[in-house]
């Protein structure tokens, strides 16, 4: 029901078309800036920090997501002239018991994790809370990363996975390729250059399991939850000068990064546990209609 919404409102193929070709084409070209232009990310990042400090840099990378997400909101309520609880569940209002537990879920397990990292090995670790600068980064995490992560969370699992599925007819293929697409936004990450292209494997698995949950849930409360919880608990709590959030968090990361089993456990172990847990819960049924059925194409 959740994807047929994109059938709603003022119906018309082009539509879709301006929003992901203007958005994509930025991406791209802001690769192809960083890959073939010679620019070294982090010493521009580095740069930047030590002129403006993190919270500045850390604010200026996160405001244009403002007018993103006004922009395809305004988009979608007056050129769709479909509504944004329709772009954001198929339930009679937004189910904010799933965003919130969706988030209490994977701060716990964010929490967790590092607490057991830090236990076995301290070394790899350095505190480096300072009051005042984290006070500032924790109201400028509260107010934007939200708006970041809501503004992928509604293109990809929303504006994308209605837009392709109704005019593909079908299910399976916008859970494959805004899975694909999540993952390649994220390619001119530091982290890509630095762990190297397995972390693609990450990526994409993340959007993948977000797609599912949000197919399975016919709504993306759990995908907000989710992302949410993962980056403003991670710009929080630990960073790294390796990671596209360098921030005044309590704990900065000093472990070399590898491409090895731990950018695989997400994928094969936690994610799967994840989706366990909410169907459980939440009483998931009809798998294969959900996830690979038809959809009536009325655009």
Known sequence: MYIEQGNT??????????????????????????????????????????????????????????????????WVKYIHKQSILSLTTSRKSVDWSRVFFMFMLMMIFILSATALSYTLDPTQFEIQFDPIPFAILVVLSIVLIPIQTSFEEYFFRGYLLQ?????????????????????????????????????????????????????????????????AANNLVTALLVTADWTAFQTNSILIDLSEPSGGYDILIPILVVFPIGILILSRKYKWTDWKTKLFGKIEVKI
């Open 9 to 74: 409102g003022a119906l018309g193929k082009w539509k879709y078309v301006p929003i992901p070709i203007a958005f994509f084409t930025l991406m791209v070209l802001n690769y192809i800036v960083i890959k073939f232009g010679g620019i070294d990310i982090n010493a521009v990042m580095s740069a930047q920090i030590s002129e403006n400090g993190k919270n500045w840099f850390f604010a200026e990378n996160l405001i244009p997501f403002i007018l993103f997400l006004g922009g395809l909101l305004c």
């Open 163 to 227: 837009g392709i599925g109704v005019i593909s007819g079908n299910k399976w293929l916008p859970l494959i390729t805004t899975s694909i697409l999540f993952g390649l936004v994220h390619s001119a990450n530091p982290e890509v250059e630095k762990i190297g292209p397995l972390i693609m494997v990450y990526y994409i698995g993340t959007g993948l399991f977000l797609a599912i949950i949000t197919q399975m849930d016919e709504g993306l409360e759990l995908a907000l939850g989710f992302h």
